[in-house]
């Protein structure tokens, strides 16, 4: 009989101890599929925030670079408007009104054209593979070339959407288009894509490895 209940009580304690076993594995199954998904978690975010880090790097040696650039073009620029306003006012006290008007244009262009070229050279110094990279975005028969280093219209459109310049007004703006032509140049050149149009915008604006130089 002694035996009997030796046994029993050998029996219920292995039970304890099995299902005891059965709740701790149970709980460190739990636990782990836990820690799994925060590490996962984890790890989605110091990918954001390693990506937001990039952007962030990225956007601060744009401003840095384009800041300093700007300030001497404005220099530059208000130099030569405040020479043109004086040869204006010499041109009317002397007045040589039908000459003012025929070279009222000529400066206005001009200054145009060199503020593109210097937009140019500059973008295409801090994204020096940006066009090769453009042109992988759509078909071969439709590749870009450049021309003495300089950008066309619908480039420049793209080179400052990369730049995080979305706004079709602003774009239109400084390219001294209407937005109406604008938004014709960007459905020409997604015409040409390989890709969707959404899709394309979005691809344009991640192109291009930043040069540090």
């Known amino acids: ?82 020479e043109y306003r004086k040869n ?31 937009f140019d050279k500059a973008f295409l110094k801090l994204y020096p593979n940006f066009v090769e990279e453009f042109n992988s975005l759509l078909k071969p028969e439709d590749y870009y070339k450049l021309d003495k280093d300089q950008l066309n219209t619908e480039l420049r459109i793209f080179a400052l959407m990369r730049m995080g310049i979305t706004d079709v007004s602003q774009i239109a703006v400084f390219l001294h288009y209407s937005v109406q032509t604008i938004y014709n140049y960007k459905s020409k050149v997604k015409r040409m894509s390989l890709l969707d149009g959404n899709i394309f915008e979005e691809e344009v604006k991640k192109l291009g490895s930043l040069s540090q130089k």
């Open 88 to 118: 204006v006012n010499r041109k009317i006290k002397t007045g040589q009104v039908d000459d003012l008007y025929k070279s009222s244009s000529r400066p206005f262009e001009k200054e145009l054209e060199g503020l593109y070229t210097n």
């Open 1 to 82: 009989e002694k035996q009997k209940q030796n046994l029993r009580f050998y029996i219920l304690l292995t039970s304890l101890f099995v299902v005891a076993l059965a709740i701790t594995l149970y709980f460190t199954y739990k636990q782990t599929k836990i820690v799994s998904r925060a590490k996962k978690n984890l790890n989605v975010m110091n990918e954001e925030l390693v990506a937001l880090n990039k952007n962030l790097d990225e956007a601060n040696l744009i401003k840095e670079r384009y800041v300093g650039y700007f300030m001497n073009q404005c220099a530059v620029y208000i130099n030569k408007l405040d």
